[in-house]
C-alpha cells in the first residue's frame, strides 16, 4: 500500500527521530573526505554510505535519509540496494533534487538554488527508485546590505514551485530556506531576516498551492553570527526561533526538522533539547543534521573497514542524543 502525502511527512517528524541528511554532493562530501585524507572516488563514497546506512537500530532514531542521486543508485556490500537497506530497517529514502544555488544576477554575493528544468520528469523518475520524499535548499546570506528583497522573492518563489511539483509526483517536499550563520551579524539581525525570509516562503506556497499537511519546514536556527562577538546563549536561541516561528509557520505544516549549519554537535543538540523543553509547539520540532549528525562519525572512520564498529557507534550516539533532543529529555551529562 503506498503512503499518502500526509503519512510520508508525518513519519518524518514522528516523536524522538529526526532525519540524517546524507546527500552531499560530490564536490561536497570530497571536501569531507579531504579532512580525513580519505579519496573521494565513487568506492568509498558508497563505502561511507554503507556504513552510515548499516549502523544497527539506525531506524530507533532516524525516520529519513536524504540521498544524493548517486547514492540513491548504490548498493550496499551484500548487494541490497541502499533503498532497500534503508526500508528494511523502517527509513524513508529522500532525495535532493536542487541544482545548487547559483549566482543571482544584478545582487553581488547572493544566489538563487536552480534546479526546476525538467523536475517533473525526474521527481518521476526517483519515485521509481523508491524515493519518498525530496529536500531543495536555498541559502540566504546576511551581510551589510544583504540579503535583498530580489534574493528573498527569487529563492521564495523557486521553493515554492519546487515543493508543488514534488507533490505533484507524490513526494514529500522538505522546504529548507538556509539563514548562514556566517559573518558578524547579531542574534536580532538574524532573526529579523529569518522572519523575513519564511513569512515570503509561506506566502509563496500559499500562492503555489502547495498542501502544508504534506510539507516539512527545514529551517536553520536563530543564533549569532558565527563572528559576532556576543555569541547567545541557547536558552536564548530556543526562544527567539521558536518565537518567529510560531509567528510565520503554519500549525498545518506537518512538523519542522533544522538543519545544523555548522554548529558544534553538542550544541545542536542543545538548541534543539531547549527548544521542545518550551513546550506547546504547534508542530514537531526535530532534527535533519548532516554535519552535526556526521562529523564524529567521519572522523572515527578515516576510510578503513577496522574502524567501521567505532564510526558506527558514533553515528548511533548522536542519534540517540537527538532523539531524546526532539523530545525535550536530553542533557548534556548524557553525553559521556
Ligand atoms: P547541516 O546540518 O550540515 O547544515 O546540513 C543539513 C543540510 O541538509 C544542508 O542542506
Redesign the pocket.
Known amino acids: 500500500m503506498s503512503l499518502s502525502l500526509v503519512e510520508i511527512a508525518r513519519a518524518m517528524v514522528a516523536p524522538g527521530r529526526g532525519i540524517l ?1 546524507a ?1 552531499e554532493s560530490t564536490g561536497t562530501i570530497g571536501k569531507r573526505f579531504d579532512s580525513i585524507n580519505v579519496e573521494n572516488t565513487e568506492e568509498n563514497r558508497r563505502a561511507y554510505r554503507d556504513m552510515l546506512f548499516t549502523t544497527k537500530g539506525i531506524g530507533d532514531t532516524i525516520s529519513g535519509v ?1 540521498l544524493y542521486d548517486e547514492t540513491l543508485r548504490q548498493k550496499s556490500a551484500d548487494s541490497t540496494s541502499f533503498v532497500e537497506l534503508l526500508n528494511k530497517n523502517g527509513v524513508l529514502p529522500g532525495i ?1 533534487v536542487d541544482a545548487g544555488a547559483k549566482p543571482l544576477p544584478f545582487c553581488p554575493g547572493e544566489t538563487v538554488t536552480e534546479g526546476l528544468d525538467n523536475l517533473p520528469k525526474r521527481c518521476a523518475d526517483y519515485v521509481k527508485l523508491g524515493a519518498k520524499f525530496a ?1 531543495w ?1 536555498a541559502v540566504i546570506d546576511i551581510g551589510a546590505d544583504l540579503p535583498s528583497s530580489t534574493s528573498i522573492v527569487a529563492n521564495a518563489h523557486a521553493l515554492a514551485r519546487y515543493a508543488a511539483i514534488c507533490q505533484e509526483a507524490g513526494l514529500v517536499p522538505i522546504v ?1 530556506p ?1 539563514v548562514l550563520m556566517d559573518g558578524d551579524h547579531t542574534i536580532e539581525r538574524c532573526e529579523q531576516v529569518t522572519e523575513w525570509t519564511l513569512n515570503a516562503v509561506f506566502e509563496a506556497l500559499y500562492m503555489n498551492r502547495v498542501s502544508l499537511e504534506g510539507s516539512v519546514l ?1 529551517p ?1 536556527m536563530v543564533i549569532s553570527g558565527k563572528k559576532c562577538a556576543r555569541q547567545a546563549g541557547v536558552d536564548e536561541v530556543a526562544e527567539r526561533t521558536v518565537r518567529i516561528l510560531k509567528r510565520t509557520v503554519p500549525a498545518a505544516v506537518a512538523g519542522i526538522a ?6 558544534s554537535d553538542e550544541l ?1 543538540t542543545a538548541h534543539l533539547d531547549a527548544m521542545n523543553k518550551l513546550g506547546n509547539n504547534p508542530w514537531p520540532l526535530t532534527f ?7 562529523q564524529a562519525c567521519l572522523k572515527a572512520w578515516r576510510g578503513s573497514a577496522a574502524n567501521v564498529p567505532a564510526a558506527q557507534a558514533a553515528l548511533a550516539h548522536r542519534g540517540r542524543m537527538n532523539g531524546l533532543a526532539a523530545l525535550g529529555k536530553y542533557s548534556a551529562s548524557m553525553e559521556k
Not at 533544522?258 to 554548529?263: A, D, E, I, Y
Not at 535533519?288 to 556526521?294: D, E, I
Open positions: 541528511a546527500d536524504i535532493k529536500k535548499r529548507e538556509e527545514k536553520s533544522f538543519l545544523s549549519g555548522g554548529q545542536a535533519s543534521y548532516g554535519r552535526a549528525l556526521q
